[in-house]
């Protein structure tokens, strides 16, 4: 790649993935969310790992670092599904505003959402639902780059094996 791509492509990684976290944190009040702040998330780090490449690329993703942080995501999002069925019967309650009084109030304020609009833990949803899916769009684009080098060792070894 051109010395001008990879100096526009660092800076603009990092502008995008910023843009994703605002559009996850800001996803209760605004158009956007959990599921289009981790696309625009994985979108920053895939544009800086098709300049780069996976080994060179300014954001290293290591296996353990994607399957922690995809099993924060989803353990997450079940605790506060759970949350919602053990305080009032319904899984994924919104415990934080407890529109129908099914809550004590303890543990309503517990998840209270600390904004004057009173999301409750759609916050926190969106939150999680970012994790997995900036992880996992990331984790393919990962996995497919290195299968592109992996067959062409492959096909390396099977050439030398013929000789």
Do not use: R, W
Not at 19 to 29: K, N, P, R, S, V
Not at 40 to 46: K, N, P, T
């Amino acid at each position: 790649m051109s010395t001008i791509l990879k100096i526009f492509v660092f800076p603009a990684t990092f502008i995008i993935i910023c843009l994703g976290i605002l559009t996850i944190l800001g996803g209760h009040i605004t158009p956007g969310g959990g599921f289009q702040g981790g696309a625009m998330i994985a979108g920053g780090i895939i544009l800086s790992i098709l300049v780069y490449g996976v080994e060179k690329s300014p954001i290293q993703l290591s296996h353990e670092f994607i399957s922690n942080v995809e099993s924060v995501g989803a353990l997450g999002y079940i605790l506060l599904g759970l949350a919602g069925l053990l305080t009032s019967g319904f899984f994924l309650y919104n415990v934080g505003t407890d529109f129908y009084n099914l809550i004590p109030t303890t543990i309503a304020t517990l998840f209270h959402y600390p904004d004057v609009t009173n999301a409750g833990f759609i916050p926190y949803l969106n939150i999680l639902v970012g994790l997995k899916v900036f992880v996992g769009l990331s984790a393919i684009v990962i996995a497919f780059s290195q299968f592109k080098k992996n067959e062409g060792n492959s096909k390396e070894k099977e050439k030398n094996e013929e000789l």
